[in-house]
C-alpha cells in the first residue's frame, strides 16, 4: 500500500495528513493554545464523589473538574486499551465491573495521580483513569500490572508466541507491558531499550509525584509531530513529507538514532506552494466540514453530530438508477456505505453512531450492504461496535472517542442560528487568511498586503494573533493592514496586495 504521513507546521499549528494510495484518511491538528491533553498524567485532588453515579471529580489544574469512574480506580483487572486505539488481548483477564463503591475508594480532598483518557468534549471534563499507561516504540508499559498483551493486529501465531517469550523473559516482576503491532518482526535489542526507557521515564514520574503537590502536571505527552513519528510511521509508511526545516531536522535526528531503517523516507518540502494544496488535503477538509456529502452517482449522505450521537442519513438524490428501484436503492446504499466508514475515520467522530439506509426489501440486499459496511470499517484503527442492520434500514453502532472530531476541532456554535449548526471559528479564519497570504506569489517589495474581514475576525487579529501578523510580516517582508467590514459575513474575507 503506497501510504503518506504530510506535515504542515507554521507558526499557530501543525497539521498532520495521513494519506493511503493518495487519499486522506485521517487528519490531526495540534494549535499551539489548544494542545491535546490526552495521556497526560496529573496529581489531582478529589473534589466531589458521586455515589449515584459510581464516580467522582478529579481536580487537575483546569478549567473543568476531570471525571473517573469507578473502574478506574478499583484492583480489578481492567483493558489497557488507552493507546491509539489499538485492539489489544491480555494473556488472562477479562474487564468486569468493580464491586467495590466509589465512597469506599476515594474520599473528598485526596490525592491521586490520574491520566487523561480521552479529551474534554463540549460540556464534559477531561475522562481520566488511575491506569497508567506509558506508550514507547513498541511497547505500552503498564506500572503495576503483572500483564502481557499482545496487539491482535499481530495475526500470525508463531510471531505472536515468540514476542510473549521475549517480553516474558525480559520484564521484571509487577510491570505489564502491551506489545504493540510495530513490533512484529522485531529484534530482542529493540525491546530491551523500550523497556529501559520507559523504566526511567515512569521513575522520574513517581519522583516528580513526591515532590509536587495537587493539582499538577506530571508528565506530558510528546508533542503531535513526534507522537506521529512514534506511532503511525512504520514499514507501511512510503514518505514522510515536513514542510519546516527545523522540525524535519529534529525528526530526523530522532530517527537516525531510534529508527535507522526509516531516515531515508523523510524528505523536506520546500517550495513555494502549500504542501496541504498540493495534495489535494485543504479541499478534504472543506468537504469533511459539510453537512451534505454527495456520491458519485447522485446520491447523497447527511451527517448530524449531536453530544450523545450522530445520525448519518442516505439519500439516493439525483441518482435515478436504470432498471429497478431495489437496484437504485442498493446501489445507493452500498456506495453510501463506503463512503460513511471513511467519513467516519477522517472526521474521526466517536461514540454511539446510527445510521439510516434507505429501505430495501430483500434480505440479501441488506445483507450485502452490510458487509460492505463492515469492510470498508475494517481498515479503522478505532475500536468498533457494529450491529446487524434492521428491519428500518438503520445500522447501531458505536466508534471510541478519544479526541475530538473534526469539526469540534475547526468549528464552534454559530452565532446566527443560535447553536443549531456550526461555522467555522475566528481562529480557523485567522489561519486560514495566514495560510492564503503565504500562497500568493512574490510580489515586488513596494507591494502591501490589504486584509478585508468580519469586525469580530479583526479584533482577533489586532489582538490575540497580533504576534503571529508580526511574525508573518517579517516572513513575508510586507506590511500586513487590517480592514473590518461588518457587511462581510465571519466566514468571508478578502486578502488583496496594493501599492
Not at 509525584?209 to 508528565?219: C, D, G, N, T, Y
Request: proline residues 3%.
Amino acid at each position: 500500500m503506497n501510504n503518506d504521513i504530510i506535515i504542515n507546521v507554521t507558526g499557530e499549528e501543525i497539521r498532520v495528513a495521513l494519506l493511503e494510495n493518495g487519499q486522506v484518511v485521517e487528519l490531526y491538528i495540534d494549535r499551539k493554545k489548544e494542545e491535546g491533553i490526552v495521556g497526560n498524567i496529573y496529581k489531582g485532588r478529589v473534589a466531589k464523589v458521586l455515589p449515584g453515579m459510581q464516580a467522582s471529580f478529579i481536580d487537575i489544574g483546569l478549567e473543568k473538574a476531570a471525571f473517573l469512574y469507578a473502574t478506574d480506580v478499583s484492583n480489578t483487572m481492567e483493558e489497557y486499551v488507552r493507546f491509539m486505539d489499538e485492539e489489544i488481548e491480555f494473556t488472562e483477564g477479562k474487564r468486569r465491573k468493580t464491586a467495590v463503591p466509589i465512597e469506599d475508594l476515594l474520599q473528598e480532598g485526596q490525592e491521586i495521580l490520574v491520566q487523561v483518557a480521552k479529551e474534554p468534549i463540549g460540556m464534559k471534563g477531561a475522562r481520566v483513569t488511575s491506569y497508567i499507561t506509558l506508550p514507547g516504540r513498541y511497547l505500552v508499559f503498564m506500572p503495576g500490572v503483572d500483564h502481557i498483551g499482545i496487539s491482535r493486529r499481530i495475526k500470525e501465531d508463531g510471531e505472536r508466541k515468540r514476542l510473549k517469550e521475549i517480553i516474558s523473559r525480559l520484564k521484571r516482576s509487577g510491570a505489564g507491558y502491551i506489545v504493540r503491532t510495530v513490533s512484529e518482526g522485531q529484534p530482542e535489542e529493540e525491546f530491551i531499550n523500550d523497556m529501559n526507557f520507559l523504566d526511567l521515564l515512569w521513575q522520574n514520574i513517581e519522583k516528580k509525584k513526591e515532590r509536587q503537590s495537587a493539582p499538577s502536571l506530571i508528565h506530558s505527552d510528546l508533542d503531535l509531530i513526534f507522537r506521529v513519528v512514534r506511532d503511525l510511521f512504520t514499514t507501511d509508511i512510503k514518505r514522510l513529507v515536513i514542510d519546516s526545516q527545523e522540525e524535519y531536522l529534529k525528526v530526523r535526528d530522532f530517527t537516525d538514532t531510534y529508527l535507522p531503517s526509516l531516515s531515508d523516507r523523510i524528505e523536506l518540502y520546500d517550495k513555494e506552494e502549500s504542501i496541504f494544496d498540493l495534495h489535494g488535503i485543504e479541499i478534504e477538509i472543506e468537504r469533511a466540514l459539510k453537512r451534505k456529502i454527495w456520491l458519485k452517482s447522485g446520491g447523497y449522505i447527511v451527517i448530524d453530530e449531536a453530544e450523545a450521537l450522530t445520525a448519518i442519513d442516505v439519500n439516493t438524490g439525483r441518482y435515478v438508477g436504470k432498471k429497478s428501484l431495489e437496484e437504485t436503492i442498493l446501489k445507493t446504499n452500498i456506495e453510501a456505505a463506503k463512503e460513511i466508514a471513511y467519513q467516519l475515520r477522517l472526521r474521526n467522530i466517536g461514540g454511539i453512531i446510527i445510521v439510516d439506509f434507505i429501505d430495501m426489501e430483500k434480505e440479501e440486499n441488506r445483507r450485502k450492504v452490510y458487509t460492505t459496511f463492515q469492510e470498508a470499517l475494517s481498515g479503522d484503527k478505532a475500536r468498533i461496535n457494529i450491529f446487524q442492520i434492521s428491519e428500518l434500514g438503520l445500522i447501531e453502532m458505536t466508534r471510541k472517542r478519544v479526541r475530538k472530531s473534526l469539526s469540534s476541532s475547526l468549528c464552534y456554535p454559530c452565532p446566527y442560528c443560535e447553536g443549531d449548526g456550526y461555522i467555522k471559528s475566528p481562529t480557523t479564519i485567522c489561519y486560514e487568511i495566514f495560510h492564503e497570504i503565504r500562497k500568493k506569489p512574490s510580489m515586488p517589495l513596494d507591494k502591501r498586503v490589504m486584509v478585508e474581514v468580519h469586525p469580530a475576525i479583526a479584533d482577533l487579529l489586532y489582538d490575540e494573533e497580533r504576534q503571529s501578523i508580526d511574525a508573518l510580516e517579517k516572513e513575508i517582508q510586507k506590511k500586513i493592514y487590517i480592514k473590518a467590514d461588518p457587511n462581510l459575513h465571519q466566514e468571508q474575507y478578502e486578502v488583496r496586495f496594493s501599492p
